[in-house]
Structure formats: C-alpha cells, structure tokens
C-alpha cells in the first residue's frame, strides 16, 4: 500500500506547512514517475468493450507472450516475493554491469476514451548513495518512456504506478521494462501485476442521461464466526432512464483490487436476469448481458449469489485484528452517461467510485458477539442459536458499507438531532472515544448548517489509528484516527460525494478540495494568504486533473487536490464575499442533492453568483472543465 494516506489526515494536518513551504519544493524528481504519454492523434471513433489487454501479466501462466532478454527473468525463486500469487520479473540484481529487458507486444482496443497502464514494483538495492542514480529501470510503450525508476526509489515493499495511455488507442505497441546495472552494488528491479486496462466508448449513447437509474439492491448475507467471511445473495434492480436501449449492465466489484484473479476476494456466481460475461479491469468490472434490450422507462432486476472475504491490514476493506471494515465489497451497478460506461481502474491513492444515489436493504447474520455498525438505520433482531441478525435500511445513499468486530461503543445525538455511535477498536481510550464523539457532533451540525440537513438518519464512526490512510467516508458510515480535524473531514464528505456525487476518478477535487474547504470553515479556518504559498510543479499540474495524472503523481496528489483545492475556494470566497458563497454553495448542494456534480456545473454557478468575470480566476487556479 502506498505510504502517503490518501485520505484527510495527513493531507490536511500539513496543508499550512506544506503550502508555507510549497515554494521551496522543486519538481518532481526524475527518478518518479512523472511522465504520462501523450498525442495529439485522434482516437478512433468505434465502440469500445471494456478490456484487459496484457496476457499473462501477473507471471503465474509461463513465460509467454513475454520476451525476456535472458531465461529467468520471469521466475519464482528465492530473494524476492510476488505482489500476488507466485511469480513475478526480476530484472537485474547482479552487482555487476547488466541489462534486462522485458516486453509484450499488445492491441490497444479502439474506440475506448481510457486507457491505463499500470504494474507494481518493488526496488531493491545495495547501493548506499541517496542522491545518484547508479541503476535504472525504464518503463516504456511503443517509442514514448513513461518513467525512468532507480535505486533511489528503493522500498520495502511493491508501489503501483499508473498512466494514462489513451493515446494509443487503435495502435499495437509494445509494452516493455529495461533495467541496467552498474559495475558494483546491485539493484533489483520487481516487477509483478502488470495491465492494461480500457473502458468508455468514444461513440456515446444518443443522449447524456446517466443510466441505469433508481437502483435499489437487495442483500442477506451471513458471515463466519469471526467475521471475515460473508455468503449469501444479493439483487439490484434499476430503470433505463435513457432514449439509447440498454442491453448490457456492468456490475463494480470494486475490491477485488485487494487479491488477484486468481484469487478474488469478492466473487459472483449464479446470475440471474442476465448472462454474465468475463470480468474487466483487473477483475473489477464483471458484464451481464440482459435477456432484451431494455427500453427508455423499463425496469429490471438481476440477482446473482455473492461470497466476500475480508484480507488481513488496516485498510479499508480488511481486518485490524478482530476487527473488520467492509468498505466496497457489495457489488454496486456501473454508471452509463454520455461518454459511455464508466469502468475505470481502483486506486489506492485516492477514490475511483462513481455510482449513482440508491437504496439498500441489506441483512446482516452474524454471531451475537460481534457489533455491526452500517451505513443507514439498524435494527437488530434476534437470529439462530448464538446469531443476531442486523438489518440496516438506507435510502439514496450511493454505496453501503459496514464493520464487523468487538468493538466498545458510546452514543449521543447532536444538537440539530443527529444519533451518533463511536465504535472503537481495542487501545482506543474512553477519553479519545468521548472526543471523538464530541467532534462528530460539532461537525454533523456544522456541515448541516452551511450546506442542508443531514439525510441519512443515525452517523456510525468506527475508530482505530492503525488505519496507513488517515480516513475514509461512507454514506452515514466513517472510519478514522483519533484525530478531530480528519474525522470532520470525513464527515463532510456526507456532503461532499455523499449527497452532492461526482466522477471520484474523473474530477476527485470536487468532493476531496470542497470537504477540505468544508473542514476548515467548521473549525473555523479561514484559510488567509494560503493561495500565496501554492508552486506548480509542472504545466501539467491543475487542480482539476483526474486519478489517472495523481497516479502518476502521487507525492503531488495531497498538496494540490486537498490544499491547493481549498485554497482556491477560500480566494473564491475573498472574491464573491463570504454571503455570496456561503448562498452559493448551500444552493449549488441543494441543485444537486442526491445527483451528480461536475466542474463545468460548478463553475458556472460561481460565475451567475458575481458579476465579476471568473475566466482569469479559473485559469490562475488552474481549474478546467
């Protein structure tokens, strides 16, 4: 998992101190990956199914169709270990002067407006120096390098790196890795879990309605005696809300990302109301053809039988322990809209989840020993010998999440009526669980207040500080450090995502920078002369770039979508007058409740809000769209 969280904790604790000393930061060195291809070629226009292109990327199946410079590259042997499963490319590790190659030649699907290349790498060395690039890895497609690693990147386990390659849509180009060794003191280069993901058809629906719409899922599930395995079955039904018929839906198994295709920790089976197809993107995205077109206005519902199983790691889907957080793991219907599917990559960095508002009813069986804090209202019911059943009802809400464990728990309401539960994990104090619940209630209210009532009836809040990310939101369901400024992050993203939605991967400023705006003016921040602090690290760098860039660009991520992001709303404000925005806001959120947001959207409310003329706003702060 990658070292800097990727959530509020980190981000916003440092945004003084980083955007303070922003101007002194250079670059982004290059021995990181800062390179994404480019061309001004245009894409084919065809359509485009949604497809994984590398063969045999995560090494298990042979050698083939990898070119390796020598036998052995491709290999299982002692020294290092795999990302996932058994096999993996080592390239290099000789301490003397040596070059490894290794590439596969791939089609790149026309007609698809994403394309994403990533890979896993681990890099270790002998080398002692921290500023000279003695060894080097250099990953390339086709005739463009994308990045240029060394034993300056050396770490102790496996970082993914991403780029977009969309570029090369319609072209077969060859994918490959070069490592070169000096004369002494080895560098091994490990490589694992390579792919190339695509997804959007260029040629779009005749209109831009997002479809399929009004989804309601049903879901029973009962899980083991400690809570890490759950089994049952789960229903989705949904309208086609759009004129263009809708023969095939896409169903997101999101977390699926924390095993491998080999070894799915969530897997769908005995579907019914449709045919399912191959799984995509990693194994996240799995296709069911319905039986018959579905027209503008016709509903549908398919079914299929489900199995989840939690991995170990403080994360957000797996296991502290005894305690486990299930974030993503019911499957959730892909969204359909004028650019066609949305069926873009996981990532760890940030978010990649753009689902539209649902309801869930959803029964959760589980010893009676364990808690079950969810998204929506639960009700408990006695079940078979030793069980509890934990039905849990939520109404437009975008995803459902919930915890499982031992955990100790307190209560209260808030001022504006709010019931709030603190779940806390073993080592969390009384003291810290009572703050924390002070908090919640501060920041419940606070955000209320500014942007519309909190909808979602009661707010569970599971605490533990070994979460690597800091936070993370669910619909009425959070999960956090012992920290007041990132559990009102949280927090705000009911608002934030929650209830005013957006594309996460295309546009992540829109729910990170405004929750990060959200925080500051419930904690009273006014954020004074923090624009003055902001230096871009390159022409490409825009608040407003997408996932695929942060990818890419992750020690950049935090600074300028969380604090560059804020900052620019806090000189927005300076602009239109605190009145104006505060009005702006409450009325843009009330515009978009439970629908979806985009910049375009918002920069055109900003600007109807003043008569001053925002095209050189936009520009200086480098939003687009």
């Given at each position: 998992m990658r070292a800097t969280p990727h959530k509020a904790f980190v981000a916003t604790l440092s945004t003084v101190a980083a955007l303070a000393a922003a101007a002194l930061l250079p670059a982004a060195p290059a021995t990181a990956a800062t390179a994404t291809a480019t061309a001004t070629v245009p894409r084919p226009a065809a359509a485009c199914t949604p497809a994984q292109v590398v063969a045999n990327g995560g090494f298990e199946s042979g050698t083939s169709p990898w070119s390796q410079s020598q036998t052995g590259l491709i290999t299982n042997r002692s020294g290092q270990s795999a990302h996932a499963g058994g096999y993996f490319a080592w390239l290099d590790g000789t301490g003397r002067t040596h070059t490894d190659t290794l590439s596969q030649s791939v089609a790149v699907p026309?007609?698809?407006?994403?394309?994403?290349?990533?890979?896993?790498?681990?890099?270790?060395?002998?080398?002692?120096?921290?500023?000279?690039?003695?060894?080097?890895?250099?990953?390339?497609?086709?005739?463009?390098?994308?990045?240029?690693?060394?034993?300056?990147?050396?770490?102790?386990?496996?970082?993914?790196?991403?780029?977009?390659?969309?570029?090369?849509?319609?072209?077969?180009?060859?994918?490959?890795?070069?490592?070169?060794?000096?004369?002494?003191?080895?560098?091994?280069?490990?490589?694992?879990?390579?792919?190339?993901?695509?997804?959007?058809?260029?040629?779009?629906?005749?209109?831009?309605?997002?479809?399929?719409?009004?989804?309601?899922?049903?879901?029973?599930?009962?899980?083991?005696?400690?809570?890490?395995?759950?089994?049952?079955?789960?229903?989705?039904?949904?309208?086609?809300?759009?004129?263009?018929?809708?023969?095939?839906?896409?169903?997101?198994?999101?977390?699926?990302?924390?095993?491998?295709?080999?070894?799915?920790?969530?897997?769908?089976?005995?579907?019914?109301?449709?045919?399912?197809?191959?799984?995509?993107?990693?194994?996240?995205?799995?296709?069911?053809?319905?039986?018959?077109?579905?027209a503008q206005g016709q509903a549908a519902t398919i079914g299929f039988d489900l199995a989840i199983t939690v991995p170990s790691g403080a994360d957000r889907f797996g296991h502290d322990g005894a305690f486990s957080n299930i974030g993503n793991a019911l499957p959730v219907l892909a969204v359909r809209d004028g650019a066609g599917w949305h069926l873009d990559p996981y990532t760890n960095n940030g978010e990649s989840f753009y689902s539209l508002a649902a309801d869930f009813t959803v029964a959760l069986d589980h010893p009676s020993g364990l808690l079950v804090p969810a998204t929506g209202t639960s009700v408990d019911t006695p079940g078979t010998s030793g069980r509890t059943v934990t039905t849990a009802t939520a109404s437009k809400v975008r995803d459902f999440a919930w915890g499982a464990g031992p955990f100790s728990k307190i209560s209260g309401t808030s001022p504006g009526g709010t019931p709030i539960t603190i779940y806390s994990v073993s080592g969390i104090s009384s003291a810290d669980s009572q703050s924390m619940l002070t908090t919640a209630k501060n920041a419940v209210d606070a955000h209320a207040a500014r942007f519309g009532a909190y909808p979602y009836g009661e707010l569970d809040a599971i605490i533990d500080n070994n979460y690597w990310f800091g936070g993370m939101e669910y619909p009425g369901f959070v999960l956090d450090l012992v920290s007041t400024t990132a559990l009102t992050h949280e927090i705000g993203h009911q608002w934030w995502y929650g209830i005013v939605g957006d594309d996460e991967y295309a546009g992540p400023w829109l729910d990170e920078a405004f929750t990060d705006y959200a925080t500051d003016l419930a904690l009273g921040k006014t954020g004074t002369n923090c624009w003055s602090g902001v230096s871009w690290a390159s022409s490409a760098e825009k608040i407003t770039n997408s996932m695929a860039y942060w990818d890419a660009h992750p020690s950049r991520y935090s600074t300028v979508v969380y604090g560059y992001g804020k900052c620019a709303l806090h000189d927005l404000r300076r602009v239109l007058g605190d009145t104006a925005m505060a009005k702006l806001l409450k009325d843009y959120a009330a515009a978009h409740w439970y629908g979806v947001s985009t910049t375009a959207e918002f920069k055109a409310a900003a600007q109807a809000a003043t008569a001053t003329d925002l095209t050189t706003f936009w520009t200086q702060h480098r939003i687009e769209g």
């Amino acid at each position: 998992m990658r070292a800097t969280p990727h959530k509020a904790f980190v981000a916003t604790l440092s945004t003084v101190a980083a955007l303070a000393a922003a101007a002194l930061l250079p670059a982004a060195p290059a021995t990181a990956a800062t390179a994404t291809a480019t061309a001004t070629v245009p894409r084919p226009a065809a359509a485009c199914t949604p497809a994984q292109v590398v063969a045999n990327g995560g090494f298990e199946s042979g050698t083939s169709p990898w070119s390796q410079s020598q036998t052995g590259l491709i290999t299982n042997r002692s020294g290092q270990s795999a990302h996932a499963g058994g096999y993996f490319a080592w390239l290099d590790g000789t301490g003397r002067t040596h070059t490894d190659t290794l590439s596969q030649s791939v089609a790149v699907p026309s007609g698809c407006s994403t394309a994403t290349l990533s890979f896993w790498l681990h890099v270790d060395t002998a080398e002692r120096t921290s500023s000279v690039r003695y060894d080097t890895l250099t990953a390339k497609i086709g005739s463009t390098t994308l990045a240029t690693y060394s034993n300056l990147d050396k770490n102790t386990g496996y970082v993914q790196k991403s780029f977009d390659v969309s570029a090369f849509a319609g072209q077969t180009v060859t994918v490959a890795f070069t490592g070169s060794e000096d004369s002494s003191l080895q560098t091994s280069f490990v490589v694992d879990d390579v792919a190339l993901d695509t997804s959007g058809g260029t040629v779009p629906p005749t209109d831009s309605t997002r479809t399929p719409a009004a989804p309601s899922y049903t879901v029973n599930l009962s899980s083991d005696a400690s809570g890490f395995v759950w089994t049952g079955h789960e229903s989705a039904s949904f309208t086609n809300a759009s004129a263009t018929p809708l023969s095939e839906v896409y169903l997101r198994l999101w977390d699926n990302y924390h095993g491998s295709c080999s070894a799915m920790p969530i897997t769908v089976s005995n579907v019914t109301g449709g045919t399912a197809g191959a799984l995509s993107v990693a194994c996240t995205a799995l296709r069911i053809d319905l039986p018959t077109p579905l027209a503008q206005g016709q509903a549908a519902t398919i079914g299929f039988d489900l199995a989840i199983t939690v991995p170990s790691g403080a994360d957000r889907f797996g296991h502290d322990g005894a305690f486990s957080n299930i974030g993503n793991a019911l499957p959730v219907l892909a969204v359909r809209d004028g650019a066609g599917w949305h069926l873009d990559p996981y990532t760890n960095n940030g978010e990649s989840f753009y689902s539209l508002a649902a309801d869930f009813t959803v029964a959760l069986d589980h010893p009676s020993g364990l808690l079950v804090p969810a998204t929506g209202t639960s009700v408990d019911t006695p079940g078979t010998s030793g069980r509890t059943v934990t039905t849990a009802t939520a109404s437009k809400v975008r995803d459902f999440a919930w915890g499982a464990g031992p955990f100790s728990k307190i209560s209260g309401t808030s001022p504006g009526g709010t019931p709030i539960t603190i779940y806390s994990v073993s080592g969390i104090s009384s003291a810290d669980s009572q703050s924390m619940l002070t908090t919640a209630k501060n920041a419940v209210d606070a955000h209320a207040a500014r942007f519309g009532a909190y909808p979602y009836g009661e707010l569970d809040a599971i605490i533990d500080n070994n979460y690597w990310f800091g936070g993370m939101e669910y619909p009425g369901f959070v999960l956090d450090l012992v920290s007041t400024t990132a559990l009102t992050h949280e927090i705000g993203h009911q608002w934030w995502y929650g209830i005013v939605g957006d594309d996460e991967y295309a546009g992540p400023w829109l729910d990170e920078a405004f929750t990060d705006y959200a925080t500051d003016l419930a904690l009273g921040k006014t954020g004074t002369n923090c624009w003055s602090g902001v230096s871009w690290a390159s022409s490409a760098e825009k608040i407003t770039n997408s996932m695929a860039y942060w990818d890419a660009h992750p020690s950049r991520y935090s600074t300028v979508v969380y604090g560059y992001g804020k900052c620019a709303l806090h000189d927005l404000r300076r602009v239109l007058g605190d009145t104006a925005m505060a009005k702006l806001l409450k009325d843009y959120a009330a515009a978009h409740w439970y629908g979806v947001s985009t910049t375009a959207e918002f920069k055109a409310a900003a600007q109807a809000a003043t008569a001053t003329d925002l095209t050189t706003f936009w520009t200086q702060h480098r939003i687009e769209g």
